[in-house]
């Protein structure tokens, strides 16, 4: 069975910075792809980055050049770096991995971030 773990979030004030964690154990294998997803009340969860198992990542248009997500492949940890934060930022983080060679996805509970002054 896997299973992730967030670590990381809280309370910041705007221009600040947090560091997610998640961490991931049980058998995911080496082919898998990783995210980052948020979910503000009353939206719709939403991808914020994700990474591939060779390195490739991809963001949302709303945080390309303040959060960068990278990946610890040996710990099945993946991160992200969150600078420059908005209140815009304020939701809950969750983490997800897919799984080959069914493309099992699995999320994390979620960590809060919250942006204010």
């Known amino acids: 069975q896997v299973q992730l773990v967030e670590s990381g979030g809280g309370l910041v004030q705007p221009g600040g910075s947090l560091r997610l964690s998640c961490a991931a154990s049980?058998?995911?294998?080496?082919?898998?792809?990783m995210g980052w997803y948020r979910q503000a009340p009353g939206k719709e969860r939403e991808l914020v980055a994700g990474?591939?198992?060779?390195?490739?990542?991809n963001y949302a248009d709303s945080v390309k050049g303040r959060f960068t997500i990278s990946r610890d492949s040996a710990k099945n940890t993946i991160y992200l770096q969150m600078n420059s934060l908005k209140p815009e930022d304020t939701a809950v983080y969750y983490c997800?991995?897919?799984?080959?060679?069914?493309?099992?996805?699995?999320w994390g509970q979620g960590t809060q971030v919250t942006v204010s002054s």
């Open positions: 049980g058998s995911i294998g080496s082919m898998n792809s």
């Open positions: 997800r991995v897919i799984v080959p060679p069914f493309f099992k996805v699995y």
């Open positions: 990474i591939s198992s060779g390195g490739i990542t």
